[in-house]
């Protein structure tokens, strides 16, 4: 019910780009992106709610330089990621549920998650 499968990850040079793609099975309202990078706890990167248009929510962090998007034909959530930093490197991970708000940002805001995928960033 909850499989999320993300794509798109690899290794990349400061102030380059990648794109994370994640399909889900089914049609959620909710879906995010989060990362763990090591040592580190789990954070919200951004998210997109569906409704009137759909919602956006970004961390202070990558506001600017990643763009969240979503294909709700084929429920799929893109992460552009342009201009990246050493400090992006880490591994992603898709995340899904039937709701967000405010919160979103919180590992325990979302019930389905992807197994991650990988981002590495050299200087």
């Known amino acids: 019910q909850g499989q999320l499968v993300e794509s798109g990850g690899g290794s990349v040079q400061a102030g380059g780009s990648l794109r994370l793609s994640c399909v889900a099975v089914?049609?959620?309202?909710?879906m995010a992106w989060f990362r763990q990078a090591p040592g580190n706890e789990r954070e919200g990167v951004a998210a997109?709610?569906?409704?009137?248009?759909?919602?956006?929510y970004y961390a202070s962090s990558v506001k600017g330089r990643f763009t969240v998007s979503r294909n709700d034909a084929k429920d799929t959530i893109h992460l552009q990621m342009d201009d990246l930093k050493p400090e992006d490197t880490a591994t992603y991970y898709c995340?899904?549920?039937?709701?967000?708000?405010?919160?979103?940002?919180?590992?325990?805001?979302?019930?389905?998650w992807g197994q991650g995928i990988e981002v590495t960033v050299s200087s």
């Open positions: 995340a899904a549920d039937r709701w967000c708000d405010g919160n979103w940002y919180l590992q325990r805001s979302f019930a389905y």
């Open positions: 997109h709610k569906r409704g009137g248009g759909g919602t956006t």
């Open positions: 089914n049609i959620w309202h909710c």
